[in-house]
Nanobody, 123 residues
Framework: QLQLVESGGGLVQPGGSLRLSCAASGFTLDYFAVGWFHQAPGKEREAVSC????????FYLDSVKGRFTISRDNAKNTVYLQMNNLKTEDTGAYYC????????????????WGKGTQVTVSS
């Protein structure tokens, strides 16, 4: 079965850390551009970080630069999002998505979506 499965969400205090995982099955994630998307309550989903299918170059939304790091583990067919110094505004559902090219990812031509994992940042 071709799918992406996210894990690693949870409840954390402001300033804390979480590592989200996006595991692929049925296809090789290294061949795809991968993005992490955040949907805050009542807001639209937006891309917070992406990693290229070509050279593993990365993109970060300004609000997460210096706090979040995206990376691949090809042996585990998984992409991670390390989230440090979490803020209350980081609360929401996090989805990973895979697209065949960087351009496809930028233009929302997504091949696979995960079902999401919930992150709650609260004291």
């Amino acid at each position: 079965q071709l799918q992406l499965v996210e894990s690693g969400g949870g409840l954390v205090q402001p300033g804390g850390s979480l590592r989200l995982s996006c595991a692929a099955s049925g296809f090789t994630l290294d061949y795809f551009a991968v993005g992490w998307f955040h949907q805050a309550p009542g807001k639209e989903r937006e891309a917070v970080s992406c990693i290229s299918s070509n050279d593993d170059s990365t993109f970060y939304l300004d609000s997460v630069k210096g706090r979040f790091t995206i990376s691949r583990d090809n042996a585990k067919n998984t992409v991670y999002l390390q989230m440090n110094n979490l803020k209350t505004e980081d609360t929401g559902a996090y989805y990973c998505a895979a697209a065949e090219t960087d351009s496809d990812l930028e233009q929302d031509r997504i091949a696979y979506w995960g079902k999401g994992t919930q992150v709650t940042v609260s004291s």
